[in-house]
C-alpha cells in the first residue's frame, strides 16, 4: 500500500510539474512576439543567409529576416492553431460517437459504415487532398484537418459508450425519470471523458506536427506570415549553405511535441492509473 501510495504521489507530481511547463509554454507563445528584437517581415539583403551571431542569434533566413524573431512570432499560430483543431475534432467526434453508440441500431451502423470510409484512406493524404481543394491557407487548412482527425474520438466514444449504457448507474437515471439525452450528457460522456481527454492531449503533438508539415507543402499558413512549417519551406533551398535556417525552427517543433507528449503520459498515468498498474503487473 505504501508503494502504491509512493507511487500514486510519483505520477501526480509528474503531472503537475508537466502542467505547468505546458502552462508556461502557452503563455509564451502569446508573449513571444514581446521579445523580437527585429521586425520578422523586414528584409535585410546585406544580411542574406548570415551564421547565428550576436545581433542575430540563430542566423538569418535566404532573405536576411530574422529566424529568432520569425520563430516567437510564429509560435502562437503554430501551437495555437493545433490546439484549436484538436478541440474541433474532439467535439465533434465525442457527439457523433455517443449518439451513435447510445441510439445503436440501424443508424449506429450507418455512422460508423461513414467513420469507416473516412478512416480508410490514409489521413494525411486524405487531409492534404482536402486542404489543396479548399485552396490552401490557415483556415483551410484546419478545416482540413478537423475534417479527417474526428473519427478516432468517435470510435472511442462510441465503444466507451456502449459499455456504460448497461451499467447500473445508467439503469438507475432511466428508473428516475430522466431522458435519454439527458443521461447521455449527464451520466455516460462524463465517465467516458478520462479516455477521451488523455487521447486529445496525445493528439496534440501530432496536431502540431501535420500542421507544420501542411504548411511545409505549402498548404498551411500562406507567407510572409511565419508559422514554423512554413519556415521549414523556405529553408529547404539552403539546407547545405545555412542550416541553421533548419535547424532551429526543426528544433521549435520537436522540442512542442516532446512536451505535449510527455504531457500526455502524464495525464494517461493519472486519469487511468488501474489500466498502467495492470500494465506494469504483466511486463514483470
Given at each position: 500500500m505504501e508503494k502504491e501510495g509512493k507511487k500514486g504521489k510519483k505520477k501526480n507530481a509528474r503531472f503537475i510539474i508537466w502542467s505547468c511547463i505546458v502552462g508556461l509554454l502557452l503563455v509564451f507563445c502569446i508573449i513571444a512576439p514581446q521579445f523580437a528584437s527585429h521586425d520578422p517581415y523586414e528584409m535585410n539583403l546585406l544580411a542574406v543567409n548570415q551564421a547565428p551571431s550576436a545581433e542575430f542569434i540563430m542566423g538569418t533566413d535566404y532573405i536576411g529576416r530574422c529566424i529568432l524573431c520569425r520563430l516567437l512570432y510564429g509560435a502562437a499560430r503554430s501551437v495555437y492553431a493545433a490546439l484549436f483543431v484538436v478541440f474541433i475534432t474532439f467535439m465533434i467526434g465525442v457527439a457523433i460517437g455517443s449518439v451513435s453508440g447510445y441510439i445503436g441500431g440501424t443508424a449506429d451502423l450507418c455512422i460508423m459504415r461513414f467513420v469507416d470510409s473516412v478512416q480508410a484512406f490514409p489521413s494525411l493524404v486524405f487531409t492534404i487532398s482536402i486542404a489543396a481543394m479548399l485552396?490552401?491557407?490557415?483556415?483551410?487548412?484546419?478545416?482540413?484537418?478537423?475534417?479527417?482527425?474526428?473519427?478516432?474520438?468517435?470510435?472511442?466514444?462510441?465503444?466507451?459508450?456502449?459499455?456504460?449504457?448497461?451499467?447500473?448507474?445508467?439503469?438507475?437515471?432511466?428508473?428516475?425519470?430522466?431522458?435519454?439525452?439527458?443521461?447521455?450528457?449527464?451520466?455516460?460522456?462524463?465517465?467516458?471523458?478520462?479516455?477521451?481527454?488523455?487521447?486529445?492531449?496525445?493528439?496534440?503533438?501530432?496536431?502540431?506536427?501535420?500542421?507544420?508539415?501542411?504548411?511545409?507543402?505549402?498548404?498551411?499558413?500562406?507567407?510572409?506570415?511565419?508559422?514554423?512549417?512554413?519556415?521549414?519551406?523556405?529553408?529547404?533551398?539552403?539546407?547545405?549553405?545555412?542550416?541553421?535556417?533548419?535547424?532551429?525552427?526543426?528544433?521549435?517543433?520537436?522540442?512542442?511535441?516532446?512536451?505535449?507528449?510527455?504531457?500526455?503520459?502524464?495525464?494517461?498515468?493519472?486519469?487511468?492509473?488501474?489500466?498502467?498498474?495492470?500494465?506494469?503487473?504483466?511486463?514483470?
Amino acid at each position: 500500500m505504501e508503494k502504491e501510495g509512493k507511487k500514486g504521489k510519483k505520477k501526480n507530481a509528474r503531472f503537475i510539474i508537466w502542467s505547468c511547463i505546458v502552462g508556461l509554454l502557452l503563455v509564451f507563445c502569446i508573449i513571444a512576439p514581446q521579445f523580437a528584437s527585429h521586425d520578422p517581415y523586414e528584409m535585410n539583403l546585406l544580411a542574406v543567409n548570415q551564421a547565428p551571431s550576436a545581433e542575430f542569434i540563430m542566423g538569418t533566413d535566404y532573405i536576411g529576416r530574422c529566424i529568432l524573431c520569425r520563430l516567437l512570432y510564429g509560435a502562437a499560430r503554430s501551437v495555437y492553431a493545433a490546439l484549436f483543431v484538436v478541440f474541433i475534432t474532439f467535439m465533434i467526434g465525442v457527439a457523433i460517437g455517443s449518439v451513435s453508440g447510445y441510439i445503436g441500431g440501424t443508424a449506429d451502423l450507418c455512422i460508423m459504415r461513414f467513420v469507416d470510409s473516412v478512416q480508410a484512406f490514409p489521413s494525411l493524404v486524405f487531409t492534404i487532398s482536402i486542404a489543396a481543394m479548399l485552396g490552401g491557407g490557415m483556415g483551410n487548412c484546419m478545416i482540413a484537418m478537423s475534417a479527417v482527425g474526428w473519427t478516432t474520438y468517435a470510435r472511442l466514444a462510441r465503444s466507451k459508450v456502449l459499455s456504460l449504457k448497461e451499467r447500473t448507474f445508467v439503469s438507475a437515471a432511466r428508473v428516475s425519470g430522466m431522458s435519454g439525452f439527458q443521461i447521455l450528457v449527464k451520466t455516460i460522456i462524463p465517465n467516458s471523458l478520462p479516455l477521451l481527454i488523455v487521447q486529445g492531449s496525445m493528439h496534440i503533438g501530432n496536431a502540431i506536427l501535420e500542421f507544420a508539415g501542411l504548411s511545409f507543402l505549402g498548404l498551411g499558413t500562406a507567407p510572409p506570415y511565419p508559422e514554423w512549417g512554413n519556415m521549414l519551406n523556405d529553408a529547404k533551398a539552403s539546407l547545405q549553405t545555412a542550416p541553421w535556417t533548419v535547424l532551429f525552427p526543426g528544433l521549435a517543433i520537436l522540442c512542442v511535441v516532446m512536451i505535449m507528449s510527455m504531457f500526455g503520459d502524464s495525464l494517461n498515468e493519472v486519469l487511468n492509473p488501474k489500466k498502467n498498474t495492470a500494465s506494469e503487473k504483466e511486463c514483470k
